[in-house]
T-cell receptor
Framework: NAGVTQTPKFRILKIGQSMTLQCTQD?????MYWYRQDPGMGLKLIYYSVGAGITDKGEVPNGYNVSRSTTEDFPLRLELAAPSQTSVYFC???????????????FGPGTRLTVL | QKEVEQDPGPLSVPEGAIVSLNCTYSNSAFQYFMWYRQYSRKGPELLMY????GNKEDGRFTAQVDKSSKYISLFIRDSQPSDSATYLCALVGSYNTDKLIFGTGTRLQVFP
């Protein structure tokens, strides 16, 4: 299994441009997540999905959009990129979060995005 | 007040030292306590987790939770240069086990 894969690894955007960060998992996990990690700030949840066709906002959703048309893929869309979106983006997946039971989140290698 | 506080370090220790990494938290509803390890330019990976209070040991690593003090610790015995990484604590409540709350991470460097 490849686990969670993300593309691209690096990207530089100009202010106002848009792009899609790709995330794919091959573990048949129904839960998928997008986080951003800023220096000294830990990971913040942007959006998450509990299954195909269902998405919900996390802690910092402004400026981003997501869709989930298949179990495997969970792309993150940046519209009108801003310098504040310069960050490292991580995608993660897990089995369904059964109430009261923690299921490990598996992380991808990340995408480093710089907006200039 | 932040939900989770973690000293960012960096913490620099010689090989073989005992390392203590800590987090404090404010919400008593947290029930699961995780430690993730993140190597430079890689994604976080789960090191170990505990449920509720108590200790859990895995090889050279021991996780400790004190819910009365809202304090969690990760101890690394006989530290190795390969342990050099950022260690993030993460907490979740039993009511919403898909929403991880991360600490800021502590950068650890173990020198030979």
């Amino acid at each position: 299994n490849a686990g969670v894969t993300q593309t691209p690894k690096f990207r530089i955007l100009k202010i106002g441009q848009s792009m899609t960060l790709q995330c794919t998992q091959d573990m048949n996990h129904n839960y998928m997540y997008w986080y951003r990690q800023d220096p000294g700030m830990g990971l913040k949840l942007i959006y998450y999905s509990v299954g195909a066709g269902i998405t919900d906002k996390g802690e910092v959703p402004n400026g981003y959009n997501v869709s989930r048309s298949t179990t495997e893929d969970f792309p993150l869309r940046l519209e009108l990129a801003a310098p504040s979106q310069t960050s490292v983006y991580f995608c993660a997946s897990s089995y369904s979060a059964t109430s009261g039971i923690y299921n490990e989140q598996f992380f991808g290698p990340g995408t480093r995005l710089t907006v200039l | 007040q932040k939900e989770v506080e973690q000293d960012p370090g960096p913490l620099s220790v010689p090989e073989g030292a005992i390392v203590s990494l800590n987090c404090t938290y404010s919400n008593s509803a947290f029930q699961y306590f995780m430690w993730y390890r993140q190597y430079s330019r890689k994604g976080p990976e789960l090191l170990m987790y505990t449920y509720s209070s108590g200790n859990k040991e895995d090889g050279r690593f021991t996780a400790q939770v004190d819910k009365s003090s809202k304090y969690i610790s990760l101890f690394i015995r006989d530290s190795q240069p390969s342990d050099s990484a950022t260690y993030l604590c993460a907490l979740v409540g039993s009511y919403n086990t898909d929403k991880l709350i991360f600490g800021t991470g502590t950068r650890l460097q173990v020198f030979p």
